[in-house]
């Protein structure tokens, strides 16, 4: 079975200052790796995703991640964080054997971003 | 434009007075979702559907139901709430599969249940 996890509960990063956010995930194979963002009172909005290739993929609103077969991570980087970074991200992993469907998805428990003026 | 569209927001309700929390899709989409997203534990995801008339178990499914009638609509019903499925809901829809086309998330609807 497949998990993820978020190490950090909370992330506290300076605005301007870079930011990094760890997923570790279990799985036997590559799996396929996606971040997402919730704003404050919004749903979840898709940042990027991995499922071959290069390991660094760009997302939107400037986000990188990269993956890490070796160490069975897919952190989530941003050079200078602005204060409208501040939310709630989560790292989700998926089966590539599954059907791929709303089924197939298992989210870490997710950081909390403060963004300190 | 393209959404999820989950009512009510916001709900408070007594434990066993059954309701149904609304969800549609204007995206022609197959796949829905729900999922409860509670502090320390992220999302789980109580049911699916993958076309209309088929849905499916997730993680968390004791105490709801779903149904599928229309392609558009994926209502999640609470039969007989009680206080532990007090809880922020999201709907979700994609067009194929999670993989190739991003889920779309409502807003949430915050249940307490008193």
């Known amino acids: 079975a497949q998990s993820v996890t978020q190490p950090d509960i909370h992330i506290t990063v300076s605005e301007g200052a870079s930011l990094e956010l760890r997923c570790n995930y279990s799985?036997?194979?590559?799996?396929?790796l996606f971040w997402y963002v919730q704003s404050p009172g919004q749903g979840l909005q898709l940042l990027l995703k991995?499922?071959?290739?290069?390991?660094l993929v760009q997302g939107i609103k400037g986000f990188e991640a990269e993956f890490k077969r070796s160490q069975s991570s897919f952190n989530l980087r941003k050079p200078s964080v602005h204060w409208s970074d501040a939310a709630e991200y989560f790292c989700?992993?998926?089966?590539?054997?599954?059907?791929?469907?709303?089924?197939?998805?298992?989210f870490g428990k997710g950081t909390h971003l403060i963004i300190q003026p | 434009e393209a959404q999820v569209t989950q009512n009510p927001r916001y709900l408070i309700t007594v434990t066993g007075k059954k309701l149904t929390v609304t969800c549609s899709q204007n995206?022609?989409?197959?796949?829905m979702s729900w999922y409860r997203q509670d502090p320390g534990l992220g999302l789980r995801q109580i049911y699916y559907?993958?076309?209309?008339?088929?849905?499916d178990k997730g993680d968390v499914p004791e105490g709801y139901k779903v149904s599928r009638k229309e392609k558009r609509n994926f209502p999640l019903i609470l039969e007989s709430p009680s206080p532990n499925q007090t809880s922020l809901y999201f709907c979700?829809?994609?067009?194929?599969?999670?993989?190739?086309?991003?889920?779309?998330f409502g807003n949430g609807t915050r249940l307490t249940v008193t």
């Open positions: 979700a829809s994609t067009a194929g599969t999670a993989y190739n086309s991003p889920l779309h």
């Open positions: 799985y036997g194979a590559t799996p396929y």
């Open positions: 991995y499922f071959s290739g290069d390991t």
């Open positions: 989700a992993v998926g089966s590539p054997y599954s059907g791929g469907g709303a089924d197939g998805l298992t």
């Open positions: 995206m022609n989409h197959e796949y």
């Open positions: 559907s993958m076309n209309v008339e088929v849905t």
